[in-house]
């Protein structure tokens, strides 16, 4: 075959419908061209393809062995292209493709894969890839184009400046209560006065340099936390607070995992909060977007 051209697209689906249709004329009305304009572009694409690829007969076309052979590759390439054209519109259309998701720990207790589920109920052909981090890692990964949605919040300081590159959507105000061991003795108390807590240790891993929240909730109780124990990992925390070494701030969304031998108890006006968004590329998938709508209709319940 001569030229390059032999293989573009619209001769291509030109080559076919004639083979289908058996007829210039039928082939020209399909495709809404002009009974001649059909003519010139198949004596045009036979010139290139080195030879006839229909017989002529008294009425309509037969397709020659040549026809039948470029026929064959001109189906297989339009078959992908049809199905790559599908694919693009799921992806599109928010109902395939592939859907990264980034989370801080504690909203993945239960936030986040409650409205996972309820997505992957309607939309059982994406392919769902959850990612977990704290929210400053996230942000810089979605930056870089390597997230389609997250979950983050400005718990335990402040959102990093990742935060006003992306789009932010406020899913919930988290009220942050203290876990006690059950035999501490102020887990009787229905809530508890943050200055009663003055001489405790308390468990987290705040980043380095940066005001927290704890801090910025003791600053307003007239004191400063007592040094901290570096634990960052949820189950570490419970485990050192179950153990007496010390007590932790728990947001409210994660309430469903603390175990038994512990008590969350309200810290009432001098509660510490956070707020929880969802944040999305400059131009998000509307995959992404359905995820978000589920997420703020889960973290509303």
């Known amino acids: ?14 080559l076919d419908t004639v083979a289908r249709t058996g007829s210039f004329t039928a082939a020209a009305a399909r495709l809404n061209y002009t009974q001649s304009a059909v003519s010139r572009r198949i004596a045009a ?124 959507v406020e899913l919930a105000d988290d009220e942050l209560f203290v876990a006690l061991p059950r035999d501490h003795r102020l887990a009787a108390e229905e809530i508890v006065d943050l200055r009663e807590l003055r001489e405790e240790t308390w468990i987290e891993a705040p980043p380095p340099g940066r005001a927290t929240a704890l801090a910025s909730a003791c600053a307003r109780a007239g004191f400063a936390p007592r040094a901290t124990v570096r634990i960052g990992e949820w189950t570490g925390k419970f485990g050192f607070v179950a153990a007496g070494l010390g007590v932790t701030l728990v947001p409210a969304i994660a309430a469903y995992a ?40 889960r973290a509303g319940q």
């Open 45 to 168: 694409l036979e010139h290139r393809a080195g030879g006839p690829l229909f017989e002529r007969l008294p009425r309509g076309v037969r397709l020659t062995p040549a026809g039948e052979a470029l026929h064959h590759h001109a189906r297989v390439v339009l078959n992908r292209l049809t199905r790559a054209e599908e694919e693009l519109a799921g992806i599109h259309g928010g109902y395939r493709g592939r859907l990264r998701v980034g989370a801080f720990a504690t909203a993945n207790v239960a936030l986040v894969p409650g409205a996972l589920r309820a997505f992957r109920a309607d939309f059982p052909e994406v392919e769902l890839v959850p990612i977990e981090g704290p929210s400053g890692s996230l942000l810089r990964r979605m930056r870089e184009g390597g997230l389609d949605v997250a979950v983050v919040s400005d718990y335990p300081s402040e959102l990093p400046r990742e935060a006003e590159e992306v789009e932010m």
């Open 258 to 297: 603390v175990p038994a031998d512990l008590v969350l108890r309200s810290l009432g006006d001098l509660a510490p909060r956070r707020t929880v968004y969802a944040a999305l590329p400059p131009a998000p998938l509307p995959a992404a977007r359905t995820l978000v709508r589920l997420l703020a209709g």
């Open 1 to 14: 075959m001569r030229g390059r051209n032999v293989f573009d697209v619209e001769a291509l689906r030109l």
